[in-house]
């Protein structure tokens, strides 16, 4: 039973077009066979239904190439209209049928009408169970359910697709294994996405143990490290998250576990890891030949930031100023190195390096001074400016102060004469 939506008045005026259009169009494009010769007999009976049948091929096969095209430029509204053009047709083959309810799923997906392509692919389904497509279409429903948040039904699916393998011919034995392998990825997502970490980390583990491309086993070594983090358990990500360095220390997700595995090294009351983890971001050579740059720059920058704030406020401003100092270098552009600069500054006066205090703040309020010309300073920069000045100010009034002092306990211990 082939499915029959209802279909609006100005749609029908559509459908009835493209049949002309296709056919005009495989007029156009059909090679001339010699010069046109008038005749005055008509041509044979067996001739025209010939010609009939032929120009109906063309016009399925060009409605399915008319719909792809107008789905690849993002026009899914007409594209639809195309592919149930060709599902109306009482002449339909079956293989056509096939080939044009997966078009229409696959369409229909992209364009983020979910429902409606998981009831393609439900339909496909269940009318051609034997067909060779089918832990294709079984993997593709999966992922659609998921994105309609129905994980539950989005697992089964991804689990049919395991089964399905198993019942077909040999020869397609490569195909079918990276099927399934793929639908065991699939369900750690899933149970990722559903927020279930514990069964994601148990199913990531699993996949990193099958025989996958190096890129594939590092994305599942990573998700089960970053399932243990939002799962809580803090031993076993750190245990993860060495393993995933060890192995593709240059993998993309590298320096976003290096950020992963330092903030929880610092949950652990883990100091000193901590910093080296943080360190070795900052420092590491092969930023250089980072494949994506400012996605490294990012996790430096954040990982940076948020330890060398975290051993401040804790009291630590020894290893606070070795990440800031680092992190300064980093950039030139001043609403970059002006913020850390004044961090800087405030670990030289907890440390008592008041003559590195005073270098900094001096080099944050000549920075903020207007130009005489060119551009002037943000206005964040001119309030980190009036910031700097003010706890330079305070620093000399502390200095002037503990000289007096000075001075006044010299004068009153020294004997009179």
Not at 48 to 74: F, N
Not at 109 to 123: F, H, L, M, V
Not at 136 to 156: F, H, K, N, P, Q
Request: charged residues 25%.
């Amino acid at each position: 039973m082939r499915l029959r939506p209802p279909v609006s008045r100005p749609a029908s005026r559509l459908l009835r077009a493209l049949p002309a259009l296709v056919l005009a169009l495989a007029a156009r494009a059909a090679p001339a066979a010699g010069p046109v010769v008038p005749t005055a007999r008509p041509a044979a009976p067996a001739a025209k239904s010939s010609t009939a049948a032929d120009l109906q091929d063309d016009t399925t096969q060009g409605l399915l190439r008319l719909g792809a095209r107008l789905s690849a430029r993002g026009d899914y509204a007409t594209a639809e209209i195309a592919y149930w053009q060709i599902l109306h047709d009482p002449n339909l083959s079956v293989p056509e049928e096939k080939d044009t309810l997966l078009a229409l799923a696959h369409m229909l997906r992209k364009s983020g009408s979910s429902t409606k392509a998981a009831a393609i692919y439900e339909k496909f389904l269940k009318e051609f169970p034997y067909d060779d497509r089918v832990p294709d279409a079984l993997l593709e429903l999966g992922r659609t359910l998921r994105s309609m948040g129905v994980y539950r039904l989005a697992i089964s699916r991804f689990y049919s697709v395991i089964n399905s393998t198993l019942k077909f011919p040999p020869q397609e034995f490569e195909h079918y294994e990276l099927l399934a392998k793929t639908a065991q990825f699939e369900i750690a997502e899933t149970h990722f996405e559903a927020g279930e970490y514990a069964e994601a980390s148990k199913y990531f583990s699993r996949v990193t143990l099958l025989d996958l491309a190096p890129a594939d086993r590092a994305r599942a070594s990573f998700m089960e490290a970053s399932a243990r983090a939002l799962e809580g358990d803090l031993p076993g990500t750190v245990a993860s998250l060495k393993t995933f360095l060890l192995q593709f220390p240059r993998d993309t997700n590298a320096p976003e576990a290096r950020y992963l595995l330092a903030t929880t090294l610092r949950e652990l009351h883990r100091p000193g890891e901590a910093l080296a983890v943080t360190m070795d971001l900052l420092l590491d050579e092969r930023a250089r030949d980072a494949s994506d740059p400012r996605r490294l720059s990012y996790w430096q920058r954040r990982t940076g930031n948020e330890i060398a704030n975290e051993f401040f406020q804790d009291g630590d401003p020894v290893n606070a100023l070795a990440i800031y100092q680092n992190l300064g270098k980093m950039s030139a552009e001043p609403g970059w190195r002006l913020p850390i600069t004044y961090q800087i500054a405030l670990c030289y006066e907890r440390l008592h390096q008041l003559d590195g205090a005073r270098g900094a703040y001096r080099e944050i309020i000549a920075a903020a001074a207007p130009p005489a010309d060119g551009a002037a300073p943000s206005a964040e920069i001119v309030e980190l400016g009036a910031m700097a000045a003010w706890r330079l100010a305070q620093l000399e009034w502390r200095d002037s102060k503990d000289r007096q002092f000075d001075h006044f306990f010299t004068t009153s211990a020294s004997p009179s004469s």
